[in-house]
């Protein structure tokens, strides 16, 4: 009798235990996926949206042209500084409009500091 439940205590341990083990190896961390901002998806719309007519020589426009990827990018630290201004500053832009919202200027910050992808 003391041999069977002997038997049965040590069986019963392997099965929690191995149980037990093969329940962890479930949960892998999967690594958090950050979209990496690009022109064509993220700045482009933002420019035509807010930098119309001024800036966009299709529309009229006879400023610098923000109406392509290069330029917008050669003159993204100008474009970054300008609409960090606040309304009323020199240099200030959209000019005569209101300030572009802080997450509309954090998608310009962080197109530059995720290497200013075009598409
Ligand atoms: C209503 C017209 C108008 C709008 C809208 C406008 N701008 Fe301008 N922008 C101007 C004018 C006029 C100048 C030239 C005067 C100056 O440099 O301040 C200028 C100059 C600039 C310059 C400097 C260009 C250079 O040759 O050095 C940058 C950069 C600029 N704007 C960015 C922007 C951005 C970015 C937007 C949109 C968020 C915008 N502007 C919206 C009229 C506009």
Same mark, same amino acid.
């Given at each position: #009798?003391k %041999? &069977?439940l002997?038997?049965a &205590?040590?069986?019963? +341990?392997v099965?929690? &235990?191995?149980?037990?083990s /093969? /329940?962890? $190896?479930t949960?892998?961390a @999967?690594p958090a996926?950050?979209?990496?901002l690009?022109?064509e998806?993220?700045i %482009? *719309?933002?420019?035509l !949206?807010?930098? *119309?007519p001024?800036?966009i020589?299709? $529309?009229?426009?006879?400023?610098? !042209?923000?109406?392509?990827y290069? *330029?917008v $990018?050669n003159? =993204?630290d100008a474009? =970054?500084?300008r609409?960090e201004?606040?309304a009323?500053e020199?240099?200030? #832009?959209p #000019? @005569?409009?209101? $300030?572009l919202?802080?997450? +509309?200027?954090?998608? &310009? @910050? %962080?197109? @530059? +500091?995720?290497?200013?992808?075009g598409k």
């Amino acid at each position: #009798m003391k %041999q &069977f439940l002997f038997v049965a &205590f040590s069986l019963s +341990t392997v099965l929690v &235990f191995s149980y037990c083990s /093969s /329940s962890k $190896k479930t949960a892998v961390a @999967k690594p958090a996926t950050v979209p990496v901002l690009n022109y064509e998806t993220n700045i %482009q *719309s933002l420019v035509l !949206a807010n930098c *119309s007519p001024c800036h966009i020589p299709a $529309k009229g426009g006879n400023k610098l !042209a923000l109406d392509n990827y290069e *330029s917008v $990018k050669n003159n =993204i630290d100008a474009v =970054i500084s300008r609409i960090e201004l606040n309304a009323g500053e020199r240099g200030f #832009m959209p #000019m @005569k409009r209101a $300030k572009l919202s802080d997450s +509309t200027i954090a998608v &310009f @910050k %962080q197109w @530059k +500091t995720d290497g200013l992808a075009g598409k």
